[in-house]
């Protein structure tokens, strides 16, 4: 749009099977040594209210007009927890975090670092470098087709 939004569909069903597929990773033992396995969820000390919003939603299977559909329902009045994560996830993979390697977290570390000692202050998340770039139109992002493509 000339002078309005630019808006791209988010394929939320397949990030919120990714994200429940996360949920249910377990946590290596202490004594083990073991790395965490990738995509564990880390969190910080939520309330209970926001453990049980990330998980209101349930995948289930309809017949419409003879034909199997999956759909998420809703299994409480608020989701919003989930809903800023589904989108949080979208815009991290807009931006590329999926293909950072060790050494662009740890460049991200140091940068963040050294900005806080410059300014005396606690470190600040980085801000993006400049407008967002325009994301492919495939991928799991976008879903016109219902066809997932790569």
């Not at 202490?30 to 396995?37: A, H, I, L, V």
């Not at 570390?109 to 470190?123: F, K, N, V």
């Amino acid at each position: 749009m000339r002078w309005g939004i630019r808006v791209w569909p988010v394929n939320g069903s397949m990030i919120k099977e990714e994200l429940y597929r996360w949920l249910r990773l377990d946590r290596p033992t202490d004594e083990s040594g073991e790395p965490y396995p990738p995509g564990y969820c880390h969190f910080p000390k939520y309330r209970k209210e926001y453990f049980k919003q990330i998980t209101a939603e349930q995948l289930v299977t309809r017949v419409v007009k003879g034909y199997r559909r999956p759909e998420w329902q809703k299994t409480r009045d608020r989701n919003d927890a989930l809903d800023a994560r589904v989108y949080a996830r979208a815009t991290a993979a807009v931006y590329g975090m999926d293909r950072f390697n060790d050494m662009v977290w740890q460049t991200l570390e140091e940068r963040l670092a050294a900005a806080s000692r410059q300014l005396g202050q606690p470190p600040q998340p980085p801000q993006p470098a400049g407008p967002p770039q325009r994301p492919t139109r495939r991928g799991f992002l976008v879903d016109h087709s219902r066809a997932f493509r790569w």
